[in-house]
């Protein structure tokens, strides 16, 4: 047991422990132990049943896992936390199950950042459909679109018949009389140029534009692609 403790608490970031087959704790880590502290203000001692910690819904995860089950899941905890628990059975020498192992991993920050850069792209989303007179379209730095809205889309097919998609070059959807005088725009804004131009634009049909494209920047400076808002002239 005492090489078990030793390799757990070599793991300082994942909260390790060991139950019995009627959930009481066999082994726990120290990273573990200071989890239950901060949620309940009390260590937990071997010997303890963890359900007096854990919520009672636990109780059908512990029974799977004593059926032989492996699994991983994600979970909130008490503290409107995050957690990433893999589950294991505990077996001896012979193969035959005799507790739960698992090893949970704090993934309160993933999720948060997730749920961030979800909600901020519901914003992005329900800002360049705010206006059905405003076409907006993002480039990445291979010409590649990050992100439209539908006035863009209709004017890409009304004037190349073509679908815009996400990750597909805007270079390979416009004519070839436009391509030339595409290039030179977004390689200007690449190069950090902000520009006000209006042109005419398409092979199918002809529409004028005026339109202002900027440079989209990364949190460390780079140019990342570009961005554009463009009205229709005729």
């Known amino acids: 047991m005492n090489n078990i403790q030793s390799i757990i608490n070599c793991t300082?970031?994942?909260s390790i422990f060991i139950l019995d087959k009627d959930f009481n704790y066999i082994t726990f880590n120290d990273a573990h132990s200071q989890e239950i502290f901060r949620d309940h203000n009390v260590y937990p001692k071997i010997g303890e049943n963890i359900l007096k910690y854990f919520r009672p819904k636990?109780?059908?995860t512990f029974t799977k896992i004593l059926s032989g089950e492996s699994f991983s899941e994600i979970d909130e905890g008490d503290a409107n936390d995050f957690?990433?628990?893999n589950w294991s059975p505990y077996?001896?020498?012979?193969g035959d199950i005799i507790g739960i192992v698992c090893f949970a991993q704090?993934?309160?920050?993933?999720?948060?950042?997730?749920?961030?850069?979800?909600?901020q792209a519901s914003l992005l989303e329900a800002v360049i459909e705010c206006s059905n007179e405003v076409s907006i379209f993002a480039l990445d730095t291979d010409y590649k679109l990050m992100a439209f809205n539908k006035t863009f889309a209709k004017s890409i097919f009304d004037m190349h018949e073509v679908e815009a998609k996400v990750g597909v070059?805007?270079?390979s959807m416009i004519g070839y009389d436009d391509i030339e005088k595409s290039v030179t725009l977004f390689d200007q804004v690449f190069a950090g140029e902000s520009t006000h131009v209006v042109n005419e634009w398409g092979n199918i049909t002809h529409q004028?534009?005026?339109d202002r494209m900027s440079p989209i920047y990364s949190k460390d400076g780079k140019i990342i692609g570009l961005a554009c808002i463009g009205t229709?002239?005729?």
């Open 83 to 85: 957690w990433e628990s």
């Open 232 to 234: 229709r002239i005729k």
């Open 106 to 119: 704090d993934i309160t920050e993933k999720v948060r950042h997730q749920h961030e850069i979800e909600n």
């Open 58 to 60: 636990y109780k059908e």
């Open 12 to 14: 300082p970031n994942v």
């Open 169 to 171: 070059s805007m270079i």
């Open 91 to 94: 077996k001896n020498d012979n």
């Open 208 to 210: 004028i534009w005026s």
